[in-house]
């Protein structure tokens, strides 16, 4: 799972089409760095990534890689502030022996997003 962060403080300072700017960028990265894997967004501003094939095998690197962009967009000056997005991933994976459905899986990943959200709020210095 993977969610935009701050949409609410953009759309309230620079408006809903700043905010759906923001959205769109995240998508594209998204669907840059996890290329090999369907992309599905399932709210305004989260999305869902089922990896497959080499992203399943190699999401550790793909999860930093994702990070190492947010980082560069965040710390870009020429961008624009909505431009500065941020963004959380949960990432679960199935497990047979707890797992009974893809929802649990959905629920773990959801809580992994979540818990890094509180991390990533803690961590802003503004």
Not at 59 to 87: C, G, M
Not at 106 to 112: I, L
Not at 116 to 121: D, G
Request: hydrophobic content about 35%; overall charge neutral.
């Amino acid at each position: 799972m993977v969610d935009l962060n701050f949409l609410k403080k953009t759309n309230d300072t620079y408006g809903h089409e700043k905010g759906n700017i923001s959205i769109r960028r995240l998508c594209m990265l998204v669907c840059e760095v996890f290329e090999h894997s369907p992309v599905f967004r399932i709210g305004g501003d989260e999305f869902i990534v089922v990896l497959k094939n080499r992203d399943y095998r190699n999401v550790d690197n793909l999860i930093a890689d994702f990070y190492r962009h947010l980082d560069e967009a965040q710390n870009d000056d020429t961008l624009k502030p909505w431009e500065q997005i941020s963004a959380a991933i949960g990432y679960a994976k199935f497990d047979k022996t707890v797992d009974k459905t893809v929802d649990d899986v959905f629920k773990k990943a959801d809580k992994a997003m979540y818990d890094r959200k509180v991390a990533m709020k803690a961590e802003r210095k503004d």
